[in-house]
């Protein structure tokens, strides 16, 4: 594919900033450089250059980078304009790039569409760029790194090569299945292999749900009888006055939510209507919500004020594990026994707050040290990893060289739409369309 156009963008984040990095691709971005500082730095040197108006007043003096393609990020020719990060300067200098021939700003994701169009990066590259420019916590970091880094996509050129050798011994053993000098199993050493590559797939497969708890965080939920402290405790977690606290029973109706990070993990930490049989419509419905995100909770933290208040008759889901949380210790009313609830704590004097915080992080996945996070980190991959999976599963069972042959290919598509070496064009424009203008 052929770009003519050299798009150009602020890559740096918001202004002011101390120092803003203006991006140029495509194959007017010299030319755009030579008119804006005279002369053309040496390739990949950074180098004080005075920025000029067509006119020739001086507009900013700056770093300028000339990076001749095809050894560029996008593949083409870039440049970069590493300005002072005012708005005026900013504004001043994308206006003459606008006004000169060729070049139009760019769309979001364009650098980096470029870039996969042009071989420098796959898909699964691409995408973890995303994640990585959206990464808010250390794992999520992680993981994008693993992505972008193409251990991921080295992982699945690997399986891919197994498929492809496969093949091959099969295409072979079909070549030749009239001459008598072909032993007639050839292809009989590649099942075991096949095998085994179905279940080293079933395996990472199976690890996208860890993945998914670092990409969109863990859902912890609180729940548990009207007044019990829920709210109290979300605010305590948060560290801030998120919800509304009353004596009032029924207070919360709305489902409430704050992001921490806890352990290097995203949390989602939901607050929740009281669970009671009521005729107050807002407050049914409020509970409707409730027993909602309590269905899809990863976590529940269940509270009660009083030994018998655990015992409510709600639909707790059935995988995701149940903490009871004994509430309002400082208050000597209720008579709780050590076996009545797992964790005993007072928002109001913070006791036991060190103890939940503990078992929340004992509940978190155990990622520490050096583990790999190699794993597919979005439904697109694992969607592709279950076709492959299934079409070997296919071959295996099958009876006939061309059938088994034919399953063995469709596994090898399955597997090359992940990276996008395989007929992808229609979901180019949902996954550039994830990035920011400038990346
Ligand atoms: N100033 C600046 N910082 C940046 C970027 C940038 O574009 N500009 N990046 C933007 O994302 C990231 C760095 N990524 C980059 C990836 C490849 C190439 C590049 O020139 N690749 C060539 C040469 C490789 C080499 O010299 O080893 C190539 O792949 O052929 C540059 C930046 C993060 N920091
Ligand atoms: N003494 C004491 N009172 C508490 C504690 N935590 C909460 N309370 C009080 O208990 C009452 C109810 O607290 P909330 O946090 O609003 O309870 P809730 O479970 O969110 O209640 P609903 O939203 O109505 O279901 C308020 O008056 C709080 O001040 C605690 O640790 N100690
Ligand atoms: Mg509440």
């Given amino acids: 594919m052929l770009f003519t156009d050299t798009i150009y963008a602020l890559s740096s984040g918001a202004l002011p900033a101390g120092v803003a990095v203006i991006r140029l691709s495509g194959p007017a971005a010299a030319a755009a450089v030579v008119r804006l500082c ?13 920025i000029r108006t067509r006119n020739g007043d001086p507009l900013d003096s ?92 080295a992982l699945y050129a690997g399986w891919a090569k197994r498929l492809i050798h496969a093949r091959a011994m099969i295409e072979a053993e079909l070549d030749f299945a009239d001459e008598d000098d072909i032993p007639g199993a050839v292809s009989a050493s590649i099942w075991p292999d096949m095998e085994r590559l179905r ?86 419905e409020g509970i409707r919500r409730a027993r909602e995100v309590i269905a899809n909770a990863d976590l529940v933290l269940l509270l009660s004020e009083k030994p018998e208040g655990f015992h409510i008759d709600e639909a707790l889901p059935e995988k995701a594990p149940v903490i009871r949380v004994a509430t309002k210790l400082d208050r000597p009313a209720a008579d ?11 928002t109001r004097t913070g006791e036991g707050m060190t103890e939940l915080l503990e078992v929340l992080q004992s509940q978190l996945p155990d990622l520490a040290g050096n583990t790999s996070l190699s794993m597919p980190s979005r439904r697109r991959h694992v969607d592709c990893l279950r076709q492959a999976s299934a079409a070997l599963e296919r071959s295996l069972a099958a009876e006939g060289l061309e059938i088994r042959a034919e399953q063995l290919r469709l596994a090898s598509d399955a597997l090359g739409r992940i990276t996008g070496r395989v007929d992808v064009e229609n979901l180019l424009d949902v996954i550039f369309s994830e990035f920011c203008i400038g990346k």
């Fill in 38 to 50: 005279g002369v053309l730095p040496p390739a990949r040197v950074a180098t004080l250059r005075t």
């Fill in 62 to 153: 700056g770093l300028v980078v000339y990076f001749p393609g095809p050894a560029s990020f996008t593949g083409e020719d870039c440049c970069e304009l590493q300005v002072h990060g005012g708005r005026a300067v900013v504004t001043a200098i994308l206006n003459e790039l606008a006004d000169m021939e060729g070049l139009r700003h760019a769309e979001a994701g364009e650098f980096s569409r470029r870039a996969f169009q042009n071989g420098k990066l796959d898909l699964v590259e691409v995408e973890g760029l995303a994640d990585l420019i959206a990464a808010e916590t250390e794992m999520q970091r992680r993981l994008a790194i693993e992505q972008s880094g193409g251990g991921q996509s």
């Fill in 199 to 284: 279940l080293e797939i079933e395996d990472h497969v199976a690890r996208a749900g860890l993945a998914e708890i670092i990409r969109d965080g863990l859902k912890i939920v609180i729940a548990g009888e009207p007044n019990a402290g829920k709210s109290s405790l979300l605010n305590a977690l948060a560290k801030r006055d998120v919800a509304i606290v009353t004596e009032i029973a029924g207070t919360t109706r709305d489902v409430l939510s704050v992001d921490l990070s806890l352990a290097g993990f995203s949390v989602k930490l939901f607050d929740t209507a009281g669970l009671r049989e009521t005729e107050e419509r807002v407050e049914r």
């Fill in 336 to 346: 709780w026994q050590p076996q009545d609830a797992d964790i005993f704590l007072s």
